[in-house]
């Protein structure tokens, strides 16, 4: 089953653009997760941010995090082409056992 | 480089065979964790190993098994394969198992099945 729902599935932009991905979650979390995939590779952690934050940024990556709408946003500023992956959010489910559930993710592609 | 390893990295197999997947861990985390990726389903957790214990179960078939050992690598057994088992399997790690860490991913091992 799926925790995180991400929106849009897919998103093209041009370099230099911002890119903005949405995601939606079901359950009450500790923290929530990005994490960016490139084609037919493992995943690679891009940021964490906690239940009791709003924003975190971590370079040209800002993350956003609303409880009480169970949404978070991930924005890519000045995108380029190497930022072209597919990106999940992902959190841990708060039941007995700690599975960490990924979203269907985003594909975001940027052209030169 | 994550310090996850999987083995191996590609596999290709019959309907109705059994295969197994390994997974070594970073070195000092003690959780380990299984997806299987594919093009319609996206990334489904199968299971979650803590120090040797199954921690969490997903949808795992039965025909799956999974098991951690004493020296905390994680081995991942699928028989009577399908066509539909075809996809990427991933394996991570983190700290602990404490909810409030980051996964480490290997670089997965793509099944195939003819």
């Known amino acids: 089953s799926q925790q995180g729902e991400e929106d849009p599935q897919a998103l093209s932009i041009q370099e230099g653009e911002n890119a903005t991905m949405n995601c939606s979650y079901k359950?009450?979390?500790?923290?929530l997760q990005w994490y960016r995939q490139n084609s037919g590779r493992g995943l690679v952690h891009l940021i964490l941010i906690r239940s009791n934050e709003r924003e975190k940024h971590s370079g040209r990556l800002r993350v956003t995090l609303d409880t009480s709408k169970k949404s978070s946003s991930l924005l890519i500023t000045a995108s380029r082409a190497a930022d072209t992956a597919s990106y999940f959010c992902?959190?841990?489910?708060?039941?007995?056992?700690?599975?960490?559930?990924f979203g269907k993710g985003t594909t975001l592609s940027v052209s030169s | 480089d994550s310090g996850v390893t999987q083995t191996p990295k590609h596999l290709i197999t019959a309907t109705g065979q059994r295969v197994t997947l390994r997974c070594s861990p970073r070195?000092?985390?003690?959780?380990v964790y299984w997806y299987q990726q594919s093009l319609d389903q996206g990334l489904q957790f199968l299971i979650h190993?803590?120090?040797?214990?199954?921690?969490a179960k997903g949808n795992i078939l039965e025909r799956f098994s999974a098991q951690q050992f004493p020296d905390l690598h994680s081995e991942l057994n699928l028989s009577s394969l399908e066509l539909g088992d075809s996809a990427l399997y991933f394996c991570?790690?983190?700290?602990?198992?404490?909810?409030?860490?980051?996964?480490?991913f290997g670089q997965g091992t793509r099944l195939t099945v003819v």
């Open positions: 992902a959190t841990y489910i708060n039941q007995a056992g700690t599975a960490l559930i």
């Open positions: 359950t009450s979390i500790n923290n």
């Open positions: 190993y803590y120090n040797g214990e199954e921690r």
């Open positions: 991570a790690s983190s700290e602990e198992g404490r909810m409030n860490t980051e996964a480490f």
């Open positions: 070195s000092g985390d003690l959780s």
